[in-house]
T-cell receptor
Framework: SAVISQKPSRDICQRGTSLTIQCQVDSQVTMMFWYRQQPGQSLTLIATANQGSEATYESGFVIDKFPISRPNLTFSTLTVSNMSPEDSSIYLCSVGGDDEKLFFGSGTQLSVL | GENVEQHPSTLSVQEGDSAVIKCTYSDSASNYFPWYKQELGKGPQLIID?????GEKKDQRIAVTLNKTAKHFSLHITETQPEDSAVYFCATYLGSYIPTFGRGTSLIVHP
């Protein structure tokens, strides 16, 4: 399985500001995803990060709010823009391995005041 | 789309007991069923999975069973230990890398 490094691990931010989360994988991967996990809830897919093209967003998520970059096959960033307290969540990077297996980073715990 | 229901939402057991978590799904075309364990402050970790052509799979103290006719699959943990305490998520796949997750089960193992 791939080793996924995600940072920051946690942050406390003021409303109206933006935070960029980085995800680094130790090997080249085709499929890379960003998830949100609200407190005590399940995992919700934000978008698929596509290398060299715009990310594919799920219903309810838009590029202006969650811009994503994927400059190569080992790295991606997710920005949470113009934050409000409702954005307080855990944000998770994940990658697709062989046979549809998904592997997750350790997550970014975001609190917005 | 696919709908996955996971029960119970909380499960409390004594160390050494067995724990069973069940998920039901709606789409009979689902063909891959993984289970994830999420410890506090960490990302979910794949612990066991099963494909639709198999009825049961075991890995040491954990096992997964699949009943395709009834459209449900279960995670079985035997001889539970305090380090098994975590949130467990089931998921189903319809042939892509985008699963549908259950709502999670918080397992508490009391020493």
């Amino acid at each position: 399985s791939a080793v996924i490094s995600q940072k920051p691990s946690r942050d406390i931010c003021q409303r109206g500001t933006s935070l960029t989360i980085q995800c680094q994988v130790d090997s080249q991967v085709t499929m890379m995803f960003w998830y949100r996990q609200q407190p005590g809830q399940s995992l919700t897919l934000i978008a698929t990060a596509n290398q060299g093209s715009e990310a594919t967003y799920e219903s309810g998520f838009v590029i202006d709010k969650f811009p994503i970059s994927r400059p190569n096959l080992t790295f991606s960033t997710l920005t949470v823009s113009n934050m409000s307290p409702e954005d307080s969540s855990i944000y998770l990077c994940s990658v697709g391995g062989d046979d549809e297996k998904l592997f997750f980073g350790s997550g970014t715990q975001l609190s917005v005041l | 789309g696919e709908n996955v229901e996971q029960h119970p939402s909380t499960l409390s057991v004594q160390e050494g007991d067995s724990a069973v978590i069940k998920c039901t799904y709606s789409d009979s075309a689902s063909n891959y069923f993984p289970w994830y364990k999420q410890e506090l402050g960490k990302g979910p970790q794949l612990i066991i999975d099963i494909r639709s052509n198999v009825g049961e799979k075991k890995d040491q103290r954990i096992a997964v069973t699949l009943n395709k006719t009834a459209k449900h699959f279960s995670l079985h943990i035997t001889e539970t230990q305090p380090e098994d305490s975590a949130v467990y998520f089931c998921a189903t796949y319809l042939g892509s890398y985008i699963p549908t997750f259950g709502r999670g089960t918080s397992l508490i193992v009391h020493p």
